[in-house]
């Protein structure tokens, strides 16, 4: 069973600038969120410890309805940031998800960033920590979702650094 989610995409801009887009607040709100949702709620400090708490809502809606949040165990500028996900309460405590009660408690994730000639190679790759052998297989059900969503969201951050060089 594959229980690791995992995407690439590449950019047509430098690392410096796809890194800025992941780890300034204000840039997030822009596209950090899959299609049919905003992000109504960010904090992050991107550092070593770190965290990146949010809340996702409705388009047109202000009140969230999803929670969750990325503590950062490595962070290497540009290049690299390795984080464990997970929902989250609106403090930021860990909490199960909210549609799913055997859904991992935790994943551990990283993104890494590599300059091509062409741009920046962006590569994302989530898994289970700590998880149940029924923790993972709802994970590893869940991939094709993740992928749909992730994948709107990356078009998302296309358009956002095309139109914010």
Same mark, same amino acid.
Not at 25 to 50: F, N, Q, T, V
Not at 63 to 92: T, Y
Not at 101 to 111: A, C, D, R, T, V
């Given at each position: 069973?594959?229980?690791?989610?995992?995407? #690439?995409?590449?950019?047509?801009?430098? /690392?410096? @600038?796809? %890194? @800025?887009?992941?780890?300034?607040?204000?840039?997030? @709100?822009? %596209? %950090?969120?899959?299609?049919?949702?905003?992000?109504?709620?960010?904090?992050?400090?991107?550092?070593?410890?770190?965290?990146?708490?949010?809340? +996702?809502?409705?388009?047109?809606?202000?009140?969230?309805? +999803?929670?969750?949040?990325?503590?950062? #165990?490595?962070?290497?500028? /540009?290049?690299?940031?390795? !984080?464990?996900?997970?929902?989250?309460? /609106?403090?930021?405590?860990?909490? @199960?998800? /909210?549609?799913?009660?055997?859904?991992? +408690?935790?994943?551990?994730?990283?993104?890494?960033?590599?300059?091509?000639?062409?741009?920046?190679?962006?590569?994302?790759?989530?898994?289970?920590?700590?998880?149940?052998?029924?923790?993972?297989?709802? !994970?590893?059900?869940?991939?094709?979702?993740?992928?749909?969503?992730?994948?709107?969201?990356?078009?998302?951050?296309?358009?956002? +650094?095309?139109?914010?060089?």
């Amino acid at each position: 069973m594959n229980d690791t989610f995992r995407l #690439e995409r590449l950019f047509s801009t430098v /690392p410096v @600038r796809v %890194w @800025r887009a992941w780890t300034n607040a204000d840039e997030l @709100r822009h %596209w %950090w969120a899959p299609s049919g949702l905003h992000l109504a709620h960010c904090e992050i400090e991107a550092k070593e410890g770190g965290l990146f708490h949010f809340g +996702l809502a409705p388009v047109g809606s202000a009140e969230v309805a +999803l929670w969750g949040r990325w503590r950062f #165990e490595k962070i290497d500028m /540009p290049r690299r940031m390795d !984080f464990i996900g997970a929902f989250s309460d /609106p403090a930021g405590a860990i909490e @199960r998800n /909210p549609m799913n009660e055997n859904w991992p +408690l935790e994943i551990e994730s990283f993104i890494e960033l590599t300059e091509q000639p062409d741009g920046t190679q962006v590569v994302m790759e989530c898994t289970p920590v700590n998880a149940t052998a029924l923790e993972r297989g709802i !994970f590893a059900q869940s991939l094709p979702m993740m992928q749909m969503g992730w994948n709107s969201t990356f078009a998302k951050l296309a358009t956002f +650094l095309e139109e914010n060089p």
